[in-house]
DNA sequence: ATAAACTTTCAATAAATATTGAAAGTTCGA
DNA sequence: TCGAACTTTCAATATTTATTGAAAGTTTAT
């Protein structure tokens, strides 16, 4: 496979990935464009190379800006904006796994811990079974968010790395 | 909050977090019902709780087959389907994760695998960029990969409890 | 063999989500 | 202060994804 062709479907099959996982198709593709560009790259490249709409490129770029996984980079001389990826793999998995843990796991765990506590639940067939999923429920995923925090806090994956050796 | 609001929360709740994780709602509502639920639920009785159509059910309960986190089962003198949800949380999580890495994540580990072990790539600085970054994609899918495989080999989250105590 | 009970299918429709593009807003050099 | 260069906004539109419901298919008891 020559370059055009791999990179064509590297941001294609990246593109899909995003979409299967809740995250915007034209998102994941500016992020998988910017990882693999060796120069800073304007709202305009990116457009003329993804074929999609400035406002797109706009709205996207933002999200990407929020989650941390991209910056500006200023070119003097230029007053366009332009954009680079943060390259290093883990730091921005873990930007992306932080960001979508709080905003989407966390409710979860917090309805479930109120749940769990609540003492209001009475001693019909439904009631007994839907107190004990929840609070199995809710050990489980006490149990992930705390690794996943472990996981977040470690720098370059070397937590990953501990886990891959003890368990090999 | 009781008891008819707690599950209602829950079973909304629990669709949300479908959908963000590019689960479709209705999938998700059915499992979190039929996990609450201390006797086997016919296609009916889904569908008037939920208020969603035959069609949907019966679509939807076979994905939750196919995934093996629900199951058939017959009640004596009554032709209907019933089905009752795989209740531990361990097993039926690690069957989601098991197919959802095969499904999606797969595809993008063996492209990663296939454009890094390219020799055709050349030196232009997109070419050499390209190159390094996909190289780092795939360590670190690879790891990923061999990790989740790990962890859904060993039962009942012994692995999982072993990381826990250890980094803690 | 029939018909009632039940399940499956899938074209039509609805709902959710993503994208566009042009107008409004901003910045900055002259 | 003007206007060109650039960015942002967002209503309109397009696309994707989910849902419906009625017809077709299947199973079972008699």
């Given at each position: 496979?020559?370059?055009p062709e791999a990179k064509?479907?590297?941001?294609?099959?990246?593109g899909n990935l995003g979409s299967q996982w809740g995250v915007n198709k034209s998102i994941a593709q500016i992020q998988a464009l910017l990882l693999i560009a060796p120069a800073p790259l304007s709202t305009d490249e990116i457009m003329e190379e993804l074929k999609?709409?400035?406002?797109n490129v706009n709205m996207s770029i933002r999200q990407l800006l929020d989650w941390g996984i991209i910056y500006k980079k200023a070119i003097a001389g230029d007053r366009k904006?332009?954009?680079?990826?943060e390259k290093n793999v883990w730091k921005w998995s873990v930007k992306i796994g932080n960001v979508r843990k709080q905003r989407e796991l966390n409710p979860v765990v917090d309805l479930l811990k109120e749940?769990?506590?609540?003492?209001d639940l009475g001693k019909s067939p439904e009631e007994v079974e839907f107190s004990k999923q929840i609070k199995d429920l809710n050990a489980f995923?006490?149990?992930i968010s705390?690794?996943?925090?472990?996981?977040?806090?470690?720098q370059q994956g070397e937590l990953l790395m501990k886990m891959l050796k003890m368990f090999s």
């Amino acid at each position: 496979m020559k370059y055009p062709e791999a990179k064509v479907k590297f941001i294609e099959t990246w593109g899909n990935l995003g979409s299967q996982w809740g995250v915007n198709k034209s998102i994941a593709q500016i992020q998988a464009l910017l990882l693999i560009a060796p120069a800073p790259l304007s709202t305009d490249e990116i457009m003329e190379e993804l074929k999609i709409s400035r406002g797109n490129v706009n709205m996207s770029i933002r999200q990407l800006l929020d989650w941390g996984i991209i910056y500006k980079k200023a070119i003097a001389g230029d007053r366009k904006e332009y954009f680079i990826a943060e390259k290093n793999v883990w730091k921005w998995s873990v930007k992306i796994g932080n960001v979508r843990k709080q905003r989407e796991l966390n409710p979860v765990v917090d309805l479930l811990k109120e749940i769990a506590s609540e003492k209001d639940l009475g001693k019909s067939p439904e009631e007994v079974e839907f107190s004990k999923q929840i609070k199995d429920l809710n050990a489980f995923t006490q149990q992930i968010s705390k690794l996943a925090d472990k996981l977040f806090i470690s720098q370059q994956g070397e937590l990953l790395m501990k886990m891959l050796k003890m368990f090999s």
